[in-house]
């Protein structure tokens, strides 16, 4: 099993930048997808980044295409998602996500249900 926490939350204004973290430990080395989803008061959790652990390809939803950016560092178990430009509406709980256990679900990378395990998330606070 891997293990999540993440760290960077925060309040910033609009148009400002936050830096989210994500440490993995456990049984890392069966890491397939890394993703990052966010809840907001009274919504539903969406998927906001993923990114393969092997070959490094990421993903994004529509909403922060282009201002967001999710990158690892294989000897650090780490992955972390650049916010830049943030708005109003990114103000949520972030979590981090893993895909470590095979057979792996994470083809389908913007869906929850595929990842197995979960940090305790992290506040971002965006104000206008």
């Known amino acids: 099993q891997v293990q999540l926490v993440e760290s960077g939350g925060g309040l910033v204004q609009a148009g400002g930048s936050l830096r989210l973290s994500c440490a993995a430990s456990?049984?890392?080395?069966?890491?397939?997808?890394m993703g990052w989803f966010r809840q907001a008061p009274g919504k539903e959790r969406e998927f906001v980044a993923a990114?393969?652990?092997?070959?490094?390809?990421?993903y994004y939803a529509d909403s922060v295409k282009g201002r967001f950016t999710c990158s690892r560092v294989d000897a650090e178990n780490k992955v972390y998602l650049q916010m830049d430009s943030l708005k109003p509406e990114d103000t949520a709980v972030y979590y981090c996500?893993?895909?470590?256990?095979?057979?792996?679900?994470?083809?389908?990378?913007?869906?929850?249900?595929?990842?197995?395990?979960w940090g305790q998330g992290t506040q971002v606070t965006v104000s206008s």
């Open positions: 456990g049984l890392t080395f069966r890491m397939y997808t």
């Open positions: 996500a893993a895909d470590s256990v095979p057979p792996y679900r994470t083809t389908v990378h913007n869906e929850g249900r595929n990842y197995d395990a």
């Open positions: 990114i393969r652990w092997t070959t490094g390809a990421t």
